[in-house]
Every structure is written in C-alpha cells, then in structure tokens.
C-alpha cells in the first residue's frame, strides 16, 4: 500500500499530533507499505533547510509556507502543485487548515481514498489570535463542511467531539479511535537516574509534562507551587516540555524556588518512560485539551493524574478511579488534589494500579489495527 499523511508540521517538532502520525508511519513501514509525509517546512520556531528526506524509512516532503498566522497555523497552498505520487490511501491531520481542504481537492482529482483524523481542534476563541478570527469564521460557516464532504472516513478521537462534526459531516462517516501509548512506557526502569541527574532531592514529585502553551495553563501549576511550598517543602515541581508562549512566565514565578524547575524539551522514548516513572503525581491543568497522549502515558506509568475536566478527559478518565479533576485556574482545587494524593499514599496506589490496568487499552499496535482495518474497508 503507498499511504501519504498530511499535516502542518512533522518531525522534529514535538506535539501529540506529530507523534500520532510517527506512531502510525513507522508501523505501516514496517509492514512493508510506502509511506510519505507531507507538512510545511518549519518547526514552529524556524524554516527547515532539509526539504526532503527519509526518517525511519518515511519520506518526508518539507514544502514552503508563504506565512503564518499563529504560532501553529502556516499557509502553504503550494501543496496543490507540489503533491507527487499515485497512492491508495491519504491521511490527513488535524481539521480547520487549508490542506484539509486541498488534500480533499487532489484526492477527487486523482480518485485517492482520503481518510481524516480530526485531532480534536474545537474550542472557542479565547486563546486565538485576533488575525485567525475571520478565518475561525468561515471555516465554522463554511469550508469545514465543504472540506468533510471530500473525505471518504474521519476519525474522531474522542467522543466529545461527534456533536460538532455532525454539523459538517453525516455521521455515517464517522468512526472513534483514541490515541494510544507505545509498549515502553509500561515496562518499568530498574535503574532509575531521572531524579539524580536532574538535582531532585525532594521525596515527593509532581511532573508537568506537554506543550508550554497558554492553553496548557502551566503557570497554574507554578502557582500553585509556590502556595504548596509555602507548607511543604518536600514535593519537587517539574515542568518538561518545549516552549510555545508560557515558558518564561514559569521560570519568573517559579525563579527563587530550589524545588521547582522547567527543564525544556526531553526526546527519546526511554528518557520519556524514565521521567514519568520517576514521578508521583502528574498534573495536566488545561483550559482545553482533545484527548492528549500524556493521559494515556501517565496511567501506563502508573502515575495518578489531576486534570482539567474539559473536552474528551472525562470520556476517559473518571474522577477517583483514575485520579482527580480541578478546574482550569482553580487553584485551591489544584492544591487540595495534588496533597490529597501525596498525603494519602493507600488513595494514590489504588489510582494507580487502576491506571495501569485501563492503560492497556491503548497500546499503539491495537491502535495502529483499527486504524489499518478503516484503510482496508476504504480500499475495498
């Protein structure tokens, strides 16, 4: 099968949906399918100079933005002409782009199967730019609608999201499949260095992890750090994770804190497995989330999880079995939650064991079949 996948950006940049589209090429890869990526020609921060090259066997097309309009919205409509290849499947990524629309476009023109991961995006516009209003506009009015009707299966990774896209889509369409966890995360490191090499020598440690985006809320976190640290002074707070906005203001509230630090980006599967095993309790104070990897990877790793109830969370987690939910900015709730768990290690051991048990559910080669098994029924 040659399968091309479509989306704003791919490797290296770190973000959930690039690790969806990993997960998913470099198993297709190694079941013998050719497999392409095509995304816009920077990492959010700077433009790539390597346009074209193979990543764990993954051709990957790095094709020029004309310009951006948000940190995480590039206009490249040069996919229209640049597009190469006769393939049995394409994937697209994430709903609301341009490219959703002009993959829709080339896969009529060239009598492609067109299947689409929708990577949940809907929310309102409180943390968008005022130059993508408009846009926000007459996608909601308009090209969504048009952009769905070129698709042959979209696949929600939520159920949250299955009223919004039956405004655009007959739900016929419309097929549920979760992001998953990779098989690492639930084996556990014997020799465990995380804390040592990092200077933790608190008992107790509380790990953000994800995007320093401002929809993320980390300096929720941070705030409430310094209210916790002000009774406790044996919980360590670590934020991990590229910057896209909130960095800075953590590192200021967070500055004259010995137990607090951000350590940026960590890369790397068994680094990944190794920080979450050497944690606690993991904290995902959102303002909007869609379903994110990190869920999943902090229940196989057996860590309680404090989260915001909002979007497709609740449809996976529920409150005292897998952990706790503390509204976005409801600091007092954050508090009593995060100490709730560490002063109650009997609460924290049965959230856990829950945890595991659940997250086997989303191991990625479960995933990646039902993903497989909707490319097969599109083929015949």
């Known amino acids: 099968m040659k399968i091309a996948h479509i989306s704003m950006f791919y490797l290296p940049t770190f973000g959930g949906v690039e690790q969806v589209i990993y997960e998913l090429a470099i198993r297709q890869v190694k079941e013998g399918h050719e497999v392409h990526v095509f995304c816009c020609d920077s990492d959010k921060n700077n433009r790539i100079k390597s346009k074209e090259e193979i990543i764990e066997g993954v051709h990957v097309h790095r094709l020029p933005y004309w310009f951006r309009l948000s940190l995480n919205t590039f206009i490249w ?13 394409v994937h697209s990524h994430v709903s609301g782009h341009d490219y959703v629309l002009f993959a829709g476009l080339l896969c009529k023109l060239k009598k492609i199967k067109h299947i689409h991961t929708t990577h949940c995006p809907w929310t309102d516009a409180s943390f968008r730019p005022k130059i993508l209003k408009p ?13 769905f009707s070129l698709t042959d299966r979209i696949i929600s990774i939520t159920p949250w ?16 499949i979760p992001n998953g966890v990779d098989k690492i995360l639930f084996r556990r490191i014997n020799q465990n260095n995380f804390r040592k090499r990092n200077g933790i020598k608190e008992k107790y440690l509380v790990l953000f992890f994800g995007r320093l985006n401002p929809t993320k809320g980390p300096e929720m976190l941070a705030k409430t750090a310094i209210n916790i640290t002000k009774k406790r002074k044996d919980i360590a707070f670590i934020w991990v994770g590229p910057d896209e ?9 967070i500055k004259n804190f010995k137990n607090m630090k951000y350590l940026g980006p960590i890369k790397g599967k068994e680094k990944i497995a190794e920080m979450y095993q050497a944690a606690d309790v993991y904290v995902l104070p959102s303002y909007r989330e869609g379903l994110p990897l990190t869920l999943f990877e902090a229940m196989a790793s057996g860590l309680p999880i404090i989260a915001s109830p ?71």
Do not use: C, H, Q
Not at 161 to 168: A, K, V
């Open 77 to 89: 409509p040069s996919l229209l002409w640049k597009f190469r290849g006769e393939f049995d499947i």
């Open 135 to 147: 846009f926000l506009f007459l996608n909601d009015v308009f090209f969504n609608k048009w952009a």
């Open 161 to 176: 999201e299955l009223e919004t896209l039956e405004r655009y889509s007959p739900k016929e369409k419309i097929t549920i």
């Open 245 to 253: 906005g909130k960095a800075d203001e953590v590192k200021k509230l």
């Open 310 to 380: 909002v979007n497709g969370i609740p449809y996976e987690m529920r409150e005292n079995e897998n952990g706790f939910f503390s509204s976005y900015g409801d600091l007092k709730s954050l508090e009593e939650n995060i100490l709730n768990l560490i002063n109650n290690p009997k609460i924290a051991k049965k959230i856990s064991e829950n945890n595991l048990k659940k997250s086997k559910n989303y191991d990625w080669d479960d995933i990646y079949k039902r993903y497989m098994k909707e490319y097969k029924k599109l083929l015949k």
